[in-house]
């Protein structure tokens, strides 16, 4: 299984086949479990940890001590793995594996770009190269240029460079460039949030609107740019300073409000015998798509208009 990464879902629930299509995509390579399915990337680095969550179950195989079955496979207690899409022609064919939800540390990309020895191992040299595209893409002119500073990285600062081909390389520059060009670069605190004048034409009538609309601003700063599910515990929001016009009445009834509207949705999760309810940005009564971010390292507030809501 070398420069292949599995995502092996193990749980085959719609909440597994959302967070793998958000958080990494979906493969054009893909094969049916007995308990959920296998999708195959190209990949040299570290795999992210096992993903344990409410209906989600996902773990990750690469490198040669992984194993995995392969399309039409039987196990000894009779599963079957079948072709689900696609087929696996070479290592070359298969699109390449990202983490979206990839946190840069700061520090350390600095070290990485201006510390040019020991050289990036095998296995880092893609993490590597887009920590460098998230350094880069404020500052480029062009996607031909990003290409290429990207290109000089992998060649100096990278072990083996000749293993990463130059189409790796460039759809990684394409990718952060196709962010930039539609206005998706996220720069922190000093980033304008991207909430619609839809959404606000919808709370303006609606009585205790002027509360769901501070709710609606307080989420969109905290969850917007990460796209993750997320709790709303008035009791905890108050206790932090937060939102203190408004009393858990006013947040709990706001929140109704946000999903009534379509602007939030929810759905409910049960924790022992505890019921939950866990949130996402949503895109109003329109139904628009909301967008990812790219988190760079140094902001460019000409380039940093945050609009949708999920990664």
């Given amino acids: 299984m070398e420069g292949i990464l599995v995502v092996d879902i193990d749980t085959d629930t719609p909440e597994a086949r959302e967070y793998v299509r958000q958080r990494f995509g979906e493969s054009s390579v893909q094969v049916k479990s007995p308990r959920g399915a296998h999708h195959y990337f190209r990949f040299d680095g570290k795999p992210p940890a096992p993903v344990r969550l409410t209906n989600i179950a996902i773990d990750f195989k690469a490198g040669s ?112 460039w196709f962010k930039r060009c539609n206005n998706e670069i996220w720069s922190g605190r000093q980033s304008p949030m991207g909430m619609t004048r839809a959404s606000f034409d919808q709370l303006i009538n609606v009585k205790y609107g002027d509360q769901a609309w501070m709710l609606y601003s307080y989420v969109h700063s905290k969850h917007e740019h990460l796209g993750r599910e997320f709790v709303i515990v008035p009791e905890a929001i108050l206790a932090a300073g937060q939102l203190q016009a408004l009393s858990s009445k006013d947040i709990r009834r706001a929140a109704q409000i946000l999903v009534d509207q379509k602007l939030l949705w929810r759905r409910e999760v049960r924790d022992g015998f505890k019921r939950k309810y866990l949130y996402r940005i949503a895109g109003g009564r329109r139904g628009e798509r909301s967008v990812d971010y790219i988190n760079t390292q140094y902001g460019n507030t000409e380039l940093s208009v945050i609009k949708g809501g999920l990664a």
Avoid at 95 to 111: A, G, Q
Avoid at 129 to 134: E, F, I, N, P, T
């Fill in 65 to 176: 001590q992984s194993l995995i079955a392969g399309p039409f496979a039987e196990r000894a207690d009779g599963g079957h793995y079948l072709p689900l899409q696609g087929r696996l022609d070479s290592v070359a064919s298969l699109p390449t594996f990202y983490d979206r939800d990839l946190e840069v540390d700061e520090t350390e990309v600095e070290v990485d770009v201006v510390n040019s020895c020991p050289k990036i191992r095998r296995g880092d040299r893609h993490r590597h190269l887009k920590k460098r595209g998230m350094q880069m893409i404020p500052v480029v002119q062009t996607e031909a240029e990003l290409f290429q500073e990207m290109l000089l990285y992998r060649d100096w600062e990278c072990e083996f460079p000749e293993e990463v081909p130059d189409s790796e390389v460039e759809a990684l520059a394409r990718w952060f």
